[in-house]
């Protein structure tokens, strides 16, 4: 399992990006409602299991490596971040179930050599948002890969799905 839970070591106060796998990316519907300008955006994986639906994904915990964009922010920049993330999400919202809730993980530049075993070196801790329920119970379908992103063999799952 490569999240944070329960690490000692990773200081949550310290965490300063947001992993993003779905609409909140650029260029998706909600690319556009994240309420301060990121310090850095980049293309990075994190390991879980995506779903897909045609109005949204959805991520729980696992193995496959997903792509994504870690959004990475200024220390005073996160509580405003995260509150109005965690608003657009279903997360955290006082009196209501939550839809999505906000983890920990590990990411990794999407890029590297994978020959190097980047998951055995260094990454990046990044708050994302797995979804709450079974996914498979509310229509989505498990994205499974068949591709490669990158010419090094790096093969991730991504959304959007092309659709026919």
């Known amino acids: 399992m490569h999240e944070f839970f329960g690490n000692p070591e990773t200081n949550i106060d310290m965490i300063l990006s947001i992993f993003v796998y779905g609409t ?20 990075v994986y994190t390991h879980g299991t995506l779903f897909d ?4 994904p959805a991520m729980t915990s696992g193995t ?7 959004w990475d922010f200024r220390p005073e920049q996160m509580p405003r971040v ?20 906000r983890v920990i993980v590990g990411t990794w530049e999407l890029f590297q050599d994978a020959e190097a075993c980047p998951e055995k070196g260094r ?16 229509g989505f379908t498990r ?22």
């Open 82 to 101: 995260l509150d109005v993330l965690d608003a657009i999400e279903g997360a955290n919202q006082p009196g209501l179930p939550d839809l999505y809730r």
């Open 53 to 56: 639906r045609q109005d949204y």
């Open 143 to 164: 994205v499974v890969s068949d591709q490669s992103l990158g010419e090094r063999g790096n093969s991730c799952v991504c959304w959007p799905i092309p659709r026919s």
């Open 24 to 43: 909140l990316k650029r260029g998706q519907c909600r690319g556009a409602m994240w309420p301060v300008e990121p310090q850095e955006v980049s293309a």
């Open 123 to 138: 990454s990046r801790a990044a708050y994302t948002y797995h979804y709450c329920r079974e996914p498979l119970d509310d």
């Open 64 to 70: 496959d490596r997903v792509a994504g964009e870690r």
